[in-house]
Nanobody
Framework: QIRLAESGGGLVQPGGSLRLSCAGS????????LGWFRQAPGKEREGVSC???????YYADFAKGRFTISRDAAKNTVTLQMNSLKPEDTAVYSC??????????WGQGTQVTVSS
């Protein structure tokens, strides 16, 4: 019943933009800390950005000034606006929801490819 589903990935040229969305079902995202992670081929998964009621927002150094995380309670979604994309941003981007003392949920990921 509890599910996260990412969308919005695709192929974009360097310098372009993409808007990723993560939709929750079976639970209310407002009750969870939310994060975006990514994993490039041959590399380990790394955090991109997180948002929570307690800590506000967090951005990895590579994301600062280029990416923006936000949530829409009415749509039960969390989004990641990505601007000025670079080839190094190519990865599978996954959404995560973590409860205060319970729950750790992941979506299946969406592919982002930055290439000319």
């Amino acid at each position: 019943q509890i599910r996260l589903a990412e969308s919005g990935g695709g192929l974009v040229q360097p310098g372009g933009s993409l808007r990723l969305s993560c939709a929750g079902s079976g639970f209310t995202l407002d009750r969870y800390g939310l994060g975006w992670f990514r994993q490039a081929p041959g590399k380990e998964r790394e955090g991109v950005s997180c948002i929570s009621n307690r800590h506000g927002t967090y951005y990895a150094d590579f994301a600062k000034g280029r990416f923006t995380i936000s949530r829409d309670a009415a749509k039960n979604t969390v989004t990641l606006q990505m601007n000025s994309l670079k080839p190094e941003d190519t990865a599978v981007y996954s959404c995560n929801a973590r409860g205060f003392r319970s729950g750790d949920y992941w979506g299946q990921g969406t592919q982002v490819t930055v290439s000319s």
